[in-house]
């Protein structure tokens, strides 16, 4: 066995400094990476965050007018803190690539579906 392995999976440690505290099943920006919360994080505290690539969460904030399909990679909007659609132009701070559409998206789903897929992914 490798002796320089760290660790099996992408949970990591992250020390909230958004200004806000971040809910369990939150979504999390750290540099061009997504991850999900898996507790509560209270800003200035430090909590679980899942970066494993091809984890899959459902349930995060979609814009509702935007229409994906399965694979599609989805920008997230930081100023709507919602993922979008490939056809909208990302804004300064946005993350295009850190999750592909595991389900496809409606123009009425106020929530998508979502795998992560880190290190695939580039900041505006």
Same mark, same amino acid.
């Given at each position: ?15 909230? #400094?958004? @200004? %806000?505290?971040?809910?369990?099943? /939150?979504? +999390?920006?750290? *540099?061009?990476?997504?991850?999900? =919360?898996? $507790?509560?994080?209270?800003?200035? #505290?430090? @909590? %679980?965050?899942?970066?494993?690539? /091809?984890? +899959?969460?459902? *349930?995060?904030?979609?814009?509702? =007018?935007? $229409? ?26 946005? $993350? ?26 580039? $900041?505006?």
């Amino acid at each position: 066995m490798a002796t320089n392995k760290v660790q099996d999976n992408g949970v990591k440690e992250w020390t909230n #400094a958004t @200004g %806000s505290a971040v809910s369990s099943g /939150g979504v +999390v920006v750290a *540099g061009n990476m997504i991850g999900i =919360a898996l $507790v509560d994080i209270a800003n200035g #505290a430090s @909590g %679980s965050v899942d970066f494993t690539p /091809g984890r +899959v969460f459902s *349930g995060i904030p979609k814009v509702t =007018a935007a $229409v994906f399909t399965v694979g599609e990679k989805l920008i997230w909007d930081t100023s709507a803190g919602k993922f979008d659609d490939s056809a909208a132009t990302p804004a300064t701070g946005d $993350v295009t690539g850190a999750v592909v559409a595991w389900v496809a998206g409606t123009s009425s789903d106020t929530t998508c579906t979502v795998m992560l897929t880190p290190g695939n992914s580039t $900041v505006t």
